[in-house]
């Protein structure tokens, strides 16, 4: 009988054996939790970076299994996407699951209308709408090729609630979701389009922020506390494993936080 490893995850399975998978964003907290867990599953993980290539070429080399690295995927860069994508054909010959987990934002409370910067409306959509749109651009000849691609976008249940970060974000995880629906339909049956909404995450952000939002924020959800990156990990490893007769809607790991 396979072991248990901390987290819920179980050992000793290779459900994507052969599989070629690209996270872009990889190197951060949920990104790695991501490649962490499509590694343990058998896939050859490419750690999608634009920018910190050292951090993202040492979780490569850490990464159980063979074959993982670190590649360029400046994802508001469609030039950079083509040289990416042509070095994943030469390299890996295929690519079985993009998953979409770069994004940024900026705390900016939803009343300061003159907090939210031009400058930073640009940057949130720019990043969070038009890259994971570029990068399934990109990368689609290679998802086609073998008629069972999938593409996983790290959404928000900020893009349902209309409460995160700041008003553009909110926005750019609701394109994003809308994205994921206009996709699953337009890429079928090749290629399934989905979208993983996490809540708060006990990550790198979270962090960040003052105790007291967090508490706040735990209190508000049903759960009674804010996701790992691990179950966020999990519901992506879920899409690529189980959810192979879905497509083009939104998967929450939220704690039920839309609830209240």
Known sequence: MAG??????????????????????????????????LAQAGSRVVVGYG?????????????????????LTRVDDS?????????????????DVLVNNAG????????DLDGLSDEWIDTILRVNVRGPFACV?????????????????VSSVA??????????????KAALDSQTRSLGRALAPDIRVL???????????????????????TERTPLGRLAQ???????????ATLLSFTTGCVIPVDGGRPLT
């Open 4 to 37: 248990h490893r901390a987290g819920g995850g179980v050992t000793g399975r290779a459900e994507m054996a052969g599989q070629v998978s690209l996270v872009t964003g990889g190197a951060g907290g949920i990104g790695e939790a991501i490649c962490l867990e």
């Open 51 to 71: 920018q910190g290539a050292e951090r993202a070429e040492a979780l490569a080399a850490r990464l159980p299994g063979e074959g993982h690295r670190a590649l």
């Open 79 to 95: 030039r950079t996407l083509a040289l990416a994508a042509e070095s994943l054909r030469q390299t890996e010959g295929r690519l």
């Open 104 to 111: 940024v934002t900026t705390p900016v409370p939803h009343d």
């Open 137 to 153: 651009r990109a990368f689609a000849p290679l998802l086609r090729q073998h008629g069972r691609g999938l593409v996983v976008n």
């Open 159 to 172: 893009g349902r609630t209309g409460t995160g970060s700041n008003v553009a974000y909110c926005a750019s």
């Open 195 to 217: 979208s993983v909404s996490p809540g708060w995450v006990d990550g790198e952000y979270a962090q960040r922020m003052p105790p007291e939002l967090l508490q706040v924020q």
């Open 229 to 239: 990156p691990e179950e966020v990990a999990r519901a992506v490893l879920a899409c």
